[in-house]
């Protein structure tokens, strides 16, 4: 198998590009500390719809559309577009779809979702199968909250391990070819006239599901963290790597409790990861912002990598990346039949540098 | 592009083989004229278990663990498992996968999800990424009706455009070598010691949404039928091919409706399938079964693929098929909110022809 390397983690050795990446967020995520990054902050959440489902499947039609317009592409140029969200039969993935009239592939990975579209197009790249794909998640806090939890209107407390499902957005065209994001250059972010490094996916690490039996899904952190120490460690071996190598090692969103079990985790396997290590969830929200253990869903991760994580590594301050999204693989059935929650973490490896 | 052949039509030259298969259905599926394709009828729905949902993920264990079985490999040799459902949250297919303990990529297409789960799967053998990938998709009548309708104690009156979610699983396993399926060389419909071809993927072609503005869930097969007449011309055209190539072209699920109207968009447009095209839906009941329009459901063109077109292609009474799984994709949400219904459909060439 020319491609892979360990069981699970696989090599692009034609280094598929990102040509092109885009965030949306709501308002509360536009008032925490990493507003600075985003693209674009809505004014209100509903995004000037009738619904909250109509206004996530608008977020994620502008992210897409913005990626694309910054990739200097055209639409027709696009092969397929990867995409998924939380909301039942993937409705807002399936309705930007509609509306871009361009070949869909839809997924579910719950928040690893944004990893499993990267994985997926990047295979779609690497293997010759598309010169452009267009991948993306979203999520949003008020079709999650009524869909999985309570209606708004209830007003019900949140116990402290709970987590803020984010209003968040992310998408980012993958290429075979290097032309692209010239926006970038004017991004707010960097000085006029730098010049900007290239950004490649360069390996990926498919996850396998863990479930240690945890019934509670105000503890998703905990539920979720076992499977994000799996896949790193096996990415970490599969690779020959030690965590040094990567600049920075990101998970989302195991939120502020997850991440501290992950760490404790991986310390208990002999992997200190103290300076390299941090969760999307963790670094979306203030702590005066109330929003307990942090942020979560598709959108979470999706929006950061694509803001933060991306223009860092355009300007070389960040030149290699390992991204773990990670997903609770419940529905309110499944906790209902009182099943507990499977947990999955897809790892990508991000690099500035063209050889692998 | 070397693996690309038109915008959405990828070609596999390396073939990936289809070296198991395995498809379970339910009591009504079993007394069908389909029945005898099938490796295991359920004796009754719950299959054993407390809940139908608990039954749709042991169907769909049950025929992953089997189609591997029948393919000679062992669990650890599976590289990935690629699965769905109609479930929110893919529930079927999460804890099949937790059970499994194999890296999993969650998809969703609604009913178009077997063929989306072979092309990710082929592209995943065929691009040197995986050796062997277990791939598959569910439904179950009980599960479907109640998320998506009403409750079935309720009792209610179906129209006779309405079609019947089938309850069935099916199952493969993709590999990059050829050595596997033992088993169907004992199996049912087949003569001891009869020669059997080798059945391969070779190109699959990528849907794109289709919306005509049909809003009634009673009229799935109208609101599908544009898309897979999309995607059926679009094969035809980038691979060059008549219609007659195929010995028999079938899409999944349609129901008797649809597979009219696609019949005759297609004559409008200079395309007589008349004699090569059936639809798996129509197939699945007898008229006196009462399931008004036919069968419907990701199980029902898996399962009528994963029995009857495969053993017809292992006796060589089929040497090329191509395979249209459908998929309408709504939810109950997007129903409420007044939105009409997208509709997809993927399409996979398989062919017992060592070269292409």
Sequence with gaps: MKNKLGKQTLQFPFLPRIVGSYSIVGEKEGKGPMAKWFDMIL?????????????????????????LQKSGREKDEIDTVLSGDLINQIMSSSFMARDLSIPFLGIYGACSTMTESMIMGSMMIDGGYASNILVGA????????????????????????????????????????????????????????????????????IGKILDTGIKDPNQMGAAMAPAAVDTIVRHLSDMERSPEFYDIILSGDLGMIGRDIALDLLSGRGINLNGIFNDCGAMMYDKKQDTHSGGSGCGCSASIFCSYV??????????NALLISTGALLSTISSQQGESIPGIAHAVAVTTKGVI
């Excluded at 991306?310 to 070389?316: A, V």
């Design 310 to 319: 991306y223009d860092e590594m355009r300007t070389g301050k960040i030149n």
């Design 43 to 67: 004014e209100e959440d509903t995004f000037g719809e009738k619904t909250w489902e109509k206004a996530e499947s608008k977020m994620l039609k502008q992210a897409m559309l913005q990626a």
């Design 138 to 205: 979203s999520s949003h806090y008020c079709t999650a909250e009524r869909q999985f939890r309570m209606p708004l209107e209830h007003g019900n407390h949140r116990p402290p391990s709970a987590q803020w499902t984010s209003t968040a957005s992310g998408a980012m065209v993958l290429s075979a070819d290097d032309k692209g994001d010239t926006a970038v250059k004017q991004g707010k972010n960097q000085p006029q006239g730098q010049k900007l490094r290239e950004v490649y996916l360069s390996h990926a690490t």
